[in-house]
């Protein structure tokens, strides 16, 4: 059974990292704004569906001692500066996805809406830039309840984004986030995210929220694959279609460049970070096996392609 005392405990810097005053903290010195897709929208044919990334924008961040829990900064720094990359600071982008069978759409995870940072909140854009509107989602469907996940189910006036919607979510991250006992006796710091899941999903009607089994069927086509660490119910999706296959694998990694690089490393947002170590082995060994396009919610845009194996670890290859 979940260990309950390992995900409040360890999830502690996670859930703080969450709120916006840390992660857009005034003091923080100014590396300008995160690079951003010049076009926020990217299709994919999957058999007889269609898969959309749709971004919803990205938040770059100050790289500090927090961030990996289990590696030094200089280390950090160092596997970012053998890609190429910037190592005083971090861009985390934020991707949903949709999926399009026939006449049922699926949004994978909601981003933000107006309730994050200044430079969140575009995936609204993206789709009507994709043709799409709001009421035509008739499903999204959540990998787990952190707030870059579910805040945009709702504006920050209450109203509901996607009125038309029936929101699926996994048993065990709704009963885990639920339990009101457990948010009573949750550390201050994580108090909040306890909220914000009563803010997005507390009021929605009997009928509105349907709750599935990690490992069941979700809808025609999307089979859900329990992938708990990251959160308690944190759950993956695959999908199938004439032979074609894709995975929308959530926070199974953040950051690819370090933490499929590195999967041992953990990331302050990982709640219970030895669980989330293991399942992100298991699942990226099958991706790499079955050599499955994979889309996460934070890999670089278009935010979907192949996982390689690399060294001791993996490697994310966005497609062209
Ligand atoms: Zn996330």
Redesign the pocket.
Known sequence: MLARRSFLGAGLAGASALTLSSVWSQGAPNFGPPNLPATGFRRMTLGSMEVIALNDGAVRRPLGEEFVTNAPLEQVKALLASQSLPTDYIDVP?TPFLLINGNQRYLFDTGFADNGPPTTGRLLANLAAAGLRPEDINNVVLSHF?G??INGLRYRNGALVYPNARVHVPTVEHAFWMDDARMESAPPAMKGAFMGVRRALGNLSGDQLVKFEPGSMVAPGITSVAAFGHTPGHTLFRIDSAGQSFAYVG?IT?VPALFARAPDWSVV?DMNPDMARQTRRRVFDMLVRDKMVAGG??FPFPAFGNIEAAGNGYQFRPMA
Do not use: G, P
């Open positions: 934020y952190h870059d996940h926070d953040n947002f919610f934070h």
